[in-house]
């Protein structure tokens, strides 16, 4: 797994096992990044290890700082080779992983909600960050939304294939809806031509049939919190855990959680407020 444009045989027998497998895009980038970063420590190709190397290349990972997040990350792809792409079963078992630290998200009070929605920069901005606060959506939901998900007379916004290669509805409130038809009127259409109406994506990126990307849209969240003078460390999933947070303040009981999680895509009830939705 060479740093040259050469793909070895290794590592397209590795990304056809992903294929295979319908991996998402994202893991597929990270598993062959983290083999990458395995055989440069190894100097050689992976599929020469021994398993004490496997041992002591965690034991690097640790005393270098790598955090256990990204630890645990690139184990799980140097494991997907052995264990999938190698048949290696003995060298998948010497991979361990290490329990994460559970810690409380960051949330927003309703007034910096209002805040941060204040100081959007533009109207695209503000539908987004609103979606995002007002439905409990993800990012990655946001910015793949089509015009065909919205449906107005039942007020609910359909979740295509999101996490766990899940579909969902969620309720649209009618003062999204509101914000979601000026955003209609004014949205850039030089890429609606070739595109039946209900395919068009509602928050179109800068490529031709591409949608705006989660980067493009923290980067909006992050321009609206500092012009809010927000000065709490905050990512652009701080609006869903603020949501969460905000539905079970109004409810004032988790017996209303059952009723909505299902709506929401979150996959576990909690057990105490110490949650976090995924």
């Not at 089509?146 to 409130?173: F, T, Y």
């Not at 591409?210 to 992050?222: A, D």
Request: one cysteine or more; proline letters at 6%.
């Amino acid at each position: 797994m060479s740093e040259t444009n050469i793909v070895s045989p290794l590592r397209q027998h590795m990304m056809e096992d992903m294929a295979a497998r319908k991996l998402n895009p994202h893991t597929q980038r990270s598993h062959i990044q983290s083999c990458k970063r395995f055989a440069a420590w190894l100097k050689r190709s992976p599929d020469t290890a021994t398993p004490d190397e496997i041992r002591r290349f965690q034991l690097y990972l640790i005393e270098s700082g790598t955090s256990i997040c990204n630890r645990n990350r690139i184990m799980t792809g140097v494991r997907f080779l052995f264990r999938v792409t190698l048949r290696r079963h003995d060298l998948a078992a010497e991979v361990w992983h290490l329990k994460e630290p559970q810690k409380l998200p960051p949330v927003l009070s309703p007034d910096e909600v209002k805040r941060v929605l204040t100081m959007a920069t533009s109207l695209k901005a503000r539908a987004m960050l609103t979606l995002a606060y007002g439905c409990g959506l993800r990012a990655s939901e946001v910015v793949r939304l089509r015009a065909g998900d919205i449906d107005s007379e039942q007020k609910i916004i359909r979740i295509v294939q999101s996490k766990g290669q899940k579909d969902r509805h969620v309720m649209l409130p009618a003062e999204v809806l509101e914000l979601l038809r000026q955003w209609w009127k004014a949205r850039p259409t030089a890429y609606d031509a070739s595109v039946a109406p209900e395919q068009s994506w509602l928050f179109p990126g800068r490529s031709q049939h591409q949608p705006l990307t989660t980067r493009q849209f923290s980067r909006l969240f992050k321009e609206a919190a500092k012009a809010a003078g927000l000065r709490k460390t905050l990512s652009l999933h701080s609006l869903r855990h603020s949501f969460a947070t905000h539905l079970l303040e109004r409810a004032g009981t988790f017996a209303s959680f059952r009723r909505c999680s299902d709506t929401r895509g979150w996959r576990r009830r909690p057990a105490t407020p110490a949650w976090r939705p995924e």
